[in-house]
């Protein structure tokens, strides 16, 4: 194992094929397709750092709104009550609907100022943006690629770990679409995959992790009482 300090995902199986989990100040992508439980995951790695190891996180959602976020975590058995110190949740969605008056290009500068003024106050050490095309759709890059470079440095240089949450059709052959697959330090993929005429499971893999020793295999993701799971893929699915 490197001596990099580890973000543990917490999903059970999963850190171990990590090498011990996400290190800290890397910038990750979690795609998938939809309904991939991309937002359930990322939420819930920010949940058990947070009621683990006391770690601050913020999670900024700009399409979910944040009764409806919620609403899921809780149904997915996660008690808001133990980090309501340690768990931020912005939703930028609203300041959108109130702020038309701002111009495009001033989208980043909105974001950046939540982010930097919740780094102040609160002095997170992990972020989740849900989602970075939406961000992108915001922003409406001129130069996407330079201007990805830049925030990718941005978030660097904050000191954080950030989990960027990104779409992928089920077809798709890339990971993303300016570069931000060759940016980003880490990309762990979430699929849905067919494994009979009936039934279809969840996969997960960890395409790339900077500086670990990381298997780069799929293995079945499960969702039960304690939480996220996975399992070899051998078709088993009988985790309550
Ligand atoms: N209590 C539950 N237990 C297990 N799975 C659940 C539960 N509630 C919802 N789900 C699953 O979670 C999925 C949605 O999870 P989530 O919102 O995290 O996915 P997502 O990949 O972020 O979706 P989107 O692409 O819409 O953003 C639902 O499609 C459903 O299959
Ligand atoms: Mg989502």
Known sequence: MSARNKIKTYIRGFDEQLDGGIPECSVVLLVGEPGTMKSSVAFSILYNNAKNDGVKGLYISLEQSRSSILDHMEGLGMDMSAVEDNVHLLDLGLIRKNLKM????????????????????????????????VLELL???????????????????????????????????????????????????????????VNIQRRIRAVKMRSCNHSANYFTLLFGEGGFQTTKVIGESSFK
């Open 139 to 197: 922003a409406q890059f001129k130069e996407p690629r330079t201007e990805l470079f830049q925030f990718f440095e941005w978030l660097r240089e904050l000191g954080i770990t950030t989990i960027l949450i990104s779409e992928m059709g089920a077809a798709a052959t890339s990971y993303a679409k300016h570069d931000e697959d060759f940016l980003s330090d880490g990309i762990i993929h979430l699929k849905m995959e067919k494994v009979d005429d």
């Open 102 to 133: 701002l111009g495009d290009q001033t989208w980043m500068h909105v974001f950046k100022m939540y982010a930097e003024n919740l780094k102040n106050s609160t002095d997170y050490s992990l972020l989740v943006l849900d989602s970075l095309p």
